[in-house]
């Protein structure tokens, strides 16, 4: 969220901080003051004590990076001395209420449930059409043997025919319950289940069946097999062949690859070094990324994004928006060590510069947001050379 604030000449703007904020830039308007080009003071009122929080000059320095940190429940006033208008800008600093409802959005959207569509009986009442179809043929044969056989033995095939009837009646209906409860898989081997047993009560040749059946699949299995075993056999026999001088030809190349690695590890550290250097002042530069645009010289106005570390690593200040920050090189406009570090890069580049405190803000520091004797790293990205 965009936090800001127009500072007016030889005005206060006393407030208690609603809800914590941050202080990135103040900026100068260029628009009013009319062809004044005096020194304009930004003044921070806190604790009955005053603090300049930076110098603006319509000549030198328009725009000044800031770190500044406000809490909830803090008594503040700005003010500023000399004409001109003051743009103080930056962010509020989001609360722990806004991110747990994000985090619950997120988690409301992951638990939406995914709907199963159900099972169809499709196959079930097909199964049990084939099985009244298969006792109509059994009847259809019995009738046709009782005919020539004599009266005799219509008696027995009668009683023959309604008992295998009564079986496969009662196996129907077993079978139409389990498939009600089964899934369409396991219907459907309970469908091929109950036609085998009712071959075996009809045709005795079924158990033949099974056994070819029970033959091919070995046969089968053994086929699969052989390729695996042939495969370990080779294996074997190149083992073998290992021992002896194969196996010191083995160790004579790995000692080989090991030495090349080691001598590759040295060459990366060595251009590694070479892209690390330190420079006037003990200030220590190293390229990221080599630009191929316009090379930034003194005097010349330059435009950047930044972020800003401590050297633990811990964040203070950044710009990656926009147009970035404009500002004068070599014009004391900036801390020195900005001054010195940034000069050679080409448009385009991105450094790392490591800032000594002396070349910084130095034993004060800057308060409250750098404290004293801190070592400043800065990655900067060259974005124009005006």
């Not at 103080?88 to 995914?114: A, M, R, S």
């Not at 892209?275 to 990324?289: C, N």
Request: net charge negative.
């Amino acid at each position: 969220m965009f936090w800001g604030l127009i500072i007016e000449p030889n005005k206060r703007y006393t407030q208690t901080v609603e809800r914590s904020f941050h202080v990135s830039m103040a900026s100068l308007d260029t628009n009013t003051g009319g062809s004044y080009t005096g020194v304009v003071q930004v003044m921070l009122h806190y604790e009955n004590r005053t603090f300049l929080l930076c110098t603006l000059n319509k000549g030198a320095a328009l725009q000044v990076p800031l770190d500044l940190n406000f809490q909830e429940g803090t008594e503040i006033a700005f003010s500023s001395n000399g004409s001109g208008l003051v743009h103080l800008t930056g962010y509020l600093v989001p609360e722990e209420d806004d991110l747990d409802d994000e985090l619950e959005e997120e988690e409301e959207e992951e638990d939406i449930p995914q709907l199963i569509g159900k099972p169809s009986k499709r196959k079930a009442t097909d199964s049990i059409k084939q099985s009244q179809n298969h006792l109509k043929r059994l009847k259809e044969e019995g009738e046709q043997q009782s005919s020539d056989e004599g009266d005799d033995d219509d008696e027995l095939d009668e009683e023959d025919d309604g008992s295998d009837s009564d079986e496969l009646q009662s196996a129907l209906l077993d079978a139409e319950e389990e498939e009600d409860e089964d899934d369409d898989d396991d219907d459907d081997d309970d469908e091929g289940d109950e036609e085998e047993e009712e071959e075996e009560v009809v045709k005795p040749s079924s158990t033949t069946k099974k056994q070819k059946q029970q033959k091919q699949q070995q046969q089968q299995q053994q086929q699969q097999q052989q390729p695996a075993q042939k495969q370990q056999n080779k294996k074997q026999e190149k083992q073998k062949l290992l021992n002896g001088k194969d196996v010191k030809q083995d160790q004579k190349q790995q000692a080989k690859q090991q030495k090349k690695n080691k001598l590759e590890q040295q060459v990366q550290a060595s251009k590694q070094e070479q892209k690390k250097r330190v420079i006037e002042g003990g200030v220590q530069i190293e390229d990221l990324t080599l630009g191929s645009g316009p090379p930034a010289k003194a005097g010349k106005f330059v435009s950047v994004y930044y972020v800003g570390r401590f050297k633990n690593g811990k964040k203070f200040d950044s710009c990656s928006q926009g147009d970035g920050f404009k500002f004068r090189l070599g014009k004391n406009e900036v801390i020195q060590g900005w001054d010195i570090g940034i000069v050679g890069m080409k448009t385009g580049g991105k450094r790392r510069i490591t800032i000594p405190p002396a070349l910084a803000y130095g034993a004060k520091g800057s308060p409250p947001a750098i404290p004293p004797n801190s070592v400043l790293v800065f990655e900067v990205d060259l974005r124009n050379v005006h």
